[in-house]
């Protein structure tokens, strides 16, 4: 899969028009200028060479040089990436507690008011924009009740190059036992992941729900409560439990939504993140250090779908490899 | 036996199926009708702007700049003095232009190549099959948006890279479904008396598989509403002058700080609302189509 998108994206990254050399040097460049950039770009060269040296390059982790700036494409992405898993996993850590419980109390009382209360929930949560619902929440927190900072990873006070080693910066503080600072890098990290959380927990109500319909209904459910297990532990230890496998599943899925919604999360709290890279690049038109974005999200959510991959064995004994 | 014409049935005879309709499906009947009222009303409002609106939505002097809803401008006015609302109204044709042919688009690719993936097989059928599966497991939106910033802005290229990410849902869809329907039996008939590829394709198969691309045509709607709005909020869709809900939103942002709510308020309801729409649609269409899954 990883592959298929490597060629994808360098392929029409190539065949677009509009040459990435102008876009460097300015239009008006002299030609031999222009052929001598080329030349050090290796974009001289014919497309199906220029393909396998970036293939090659790529073999060795090695993303290239960033066609605009003079650095490494991977130096800003090690930069901001940490900051993207560090939202994306607040993001998901609020979803799941919300959507899950939401899910399961909801199909535990299928067809009364709280569950069509809880369905339109999901429906209506799903369709707000991220970013609206993020300005939303900036507006009443940030700026109505001045209560929550609406931008940024940490306060004006606080200054990460103090205790920044892995980059995540919840880790680091707590690493360097810096209690001050690791509060205001959650009250940074509230806002946005919150937003994240909410926006995303309808997807889930409504798989846990479905779900847990489909479990509510099989015969050791029935099993328990013939044997007098309260109503709750059946529906909650019981029934839950073996609703997590296809929530599983799906949580792999929506990692990939997951990573677009904190994309425009990003954009709205002022995120310093890998998010906010793509889109300074692609106004610069710096076309390896896109490309090398677009590998590394792809990179992650195989990973992820290995990762779930791996779970399914830890969750459900009976999955063996 | 048939009942005698009388004015008072033939008026209650469509309450009566409105009814009749909520005894048989419930819930999933009256989101179906909010769901349509909901896209009806959006679409007028994007058929008649010029008569709903009471400003032109580039008309530069409607109010003062920055002004709360009033009864002159009913959901304010933004910094350049323009009237929110019926930015709005024209915002409506934007967004639902662009998601509409971005549909069509991606769904008539993606028919034609799930119907042929499906029905040739082999090497073709594994290749395609491989390039859908990639473009679908990956985040549509950030694809959406490499595509948008390789075209520029423009309502073409805006539409086209949001067709983009949809093709893969049309694809596995009927690729599924014409491989099952590949080996009915009428099919086999079919052959068996001679009728060319072209005819089993288009005669055969064609209409079996593409009933169930009507939901996911509603719902892919909804989709691709929000990925436009999200596309024009970032900054990469549309060329200023042309009203859009995504970008007066992120025009709305800058003024968020000084408490100018309404500037952001009013477009990402309207976005809200619409993908709603078509939401609730599409849900209650698949729900109400597909009886196995009323028992939920």
């Not at chain 1, 109503?231 to 439990?241: A, D, N």
């Not at chain 1, 793509?278 to 990762?307: H, K, M, N, W």
């Not at chain 2, 994007?46 to 002097?61: G, H, M, R, V």
């Amino acid at each position: 899969m990883l592959f298929i998108l490597l060629t994808l994206v360098f392929v029409v990254l190539r065949i677009m028009p509009g040459d990435p050399v102008k876009a460097v040097l300015g239009a008006h460049a002299p030609p031999h200028v222009i052929e001598a950039k080329r030349a050090e770009l290796g974009l001289n060269k014919p497309l199906i060479i220029q393909y396998f040296n970036y293939l090659g390059q790529l073999v060795r982790f090695d993303l290239g040089d960033s066609m605009v700036l003079k650095q490494k494409v991977s130096a800003p992405i090690k930069e901001k990436l940490p900051a993207t898993l560090e939202l994306s996993v607040m993001g998901m850590f609020f979803t799941l507690i919300i959507g899950i419980p939401l899910g399961a109390f909801s199909a535990s009382k299928r067809r009364s008011a709280r569950d069509l209360g809880i369905r339109l929930y999901g429906n209506i949560v799903y369709c707000i924009p991220v970013y609206w619902m993020g300005l939303m929440l900036q507006l009443v927190f940030g700026i109505w009740l001045g209560v929550l900072p609406v931008a940024g990873r940490t306060g004006a006070r606080v200054f990460p190059s103090l205790f920044e080693k892995t980059g995540f910066y919840l880790l680091d503080t707590l690493l360097v036992g810096n209690f001050a600072a690791f509060g205001d890098v959650l009250v940074h990290l509230l806002l946005p992941s919150i937003t994240l959380g909410i926006v995303l927990s309808g997807v889930f109500v409504r798989l846990t729900r479905a779900n847990m319909l489909d479990i509510l209904k099989s015969d050791y459910i029935l099993a328990a409560r013939a044997r007098g297990i309260p109503e709750r532990k059946v529906v909650y230890k019981h029934g839950l439990k073996n609703a997590f496998i296809p929530i599983l599943t799906m949580l792999g899925l929506q990692f990939a939504l997951l990573l677009a919604n904190a994309i425009l999360t990003e954009t709205t709290f002022s995120w310093p993140g890998i998010a906010r890279l793509l889109l300074e690049r692609i106004y610069l038109r710096d076309y390896p250090t896109v490309q090398g974005v677009i590998v590394v999200f792809a990179l992650i959510v195989s990973l992820i779908s290995l990762i779930v991959d791996l779970l399914y064995a830890v969750i459900d004994p009976r999955v063996k490899y | 036996m048939r009942a005698k014409f009388s004015p008072a049935s033939a008026i209650g005879r469509p309450f009566k199926l409105l009814i009749d309709a909520n005894r048989k499906y419930g819930l999933e009947w009256w989101l179906l009708v909010i769901g349509t009222l909901i896209v009806l009303f959006i679409i007028f409002l994007a058929f008649f702007p010029q008569t709903l609106a009471p400003y032109d939505p580039l008309d530069q002097d409607t109010g003062p700049q920055l002004s709360p809803p009033s009864r002159e401008n009913l959901m304010g006015t933004d910094n350049l003095q323009r009237d929110i609302f019926s930015r709005m109204i024209y915002g409506s044709r934007t967004i639902l232009g662009v998601a509409f042919s971005a549909a069509i688009i991606s769904s008539l690719a993606g028919v034609t190549l799930g119907l042929l993936s499906g029905f040739l097989g082999g090497v073709i059928d594994r290749i395609l099959s491989l390039i859908m599966d990639s473009i679908y497991s990956f985040p549509g939106l950030i694809l959406a948006i490499a595509f948008a910033a390789m075209l520029g802005p423009g309502v073409f290229n805006i539409t086209l890279a949001v067709a983009v990410i949809y093709i893969p849902t049309y694809f596995r869809l009927v690729r599924g479904q014409t491989l099952s329907i590949k080996e009915e039996l009428y099919v086999e008939a079919a052959r068996a008396i001679g009728a060319k590829r072209w005819t089993i394709i288009g005669r055969y198969i064609f209409p079996n598989a593409i009933a169930t691309v009507v939901v996911i045509f509603s719902l892919n709607i909804a989709d691709a509403i929000m990925t436009e709005a999200a596309l024009s909020y970032i900054g990469l869709g549309l060329p200023a002058g042309i009203p859009d809900w995504g970008m007066d939103l992120s025009m709305g942002k800058k003024f968020l700080p000084s408490g100018t709510w309404w500037m952001v308020t009013f477009p990402g309801l309207m976005i809200m609302i619409l993908a709603l729409g078509f939401t609730l649609l599409g849900e209650a269409l698949a729900e109400i189509l597909n009886p196995r899954l009323l028992e939920r």
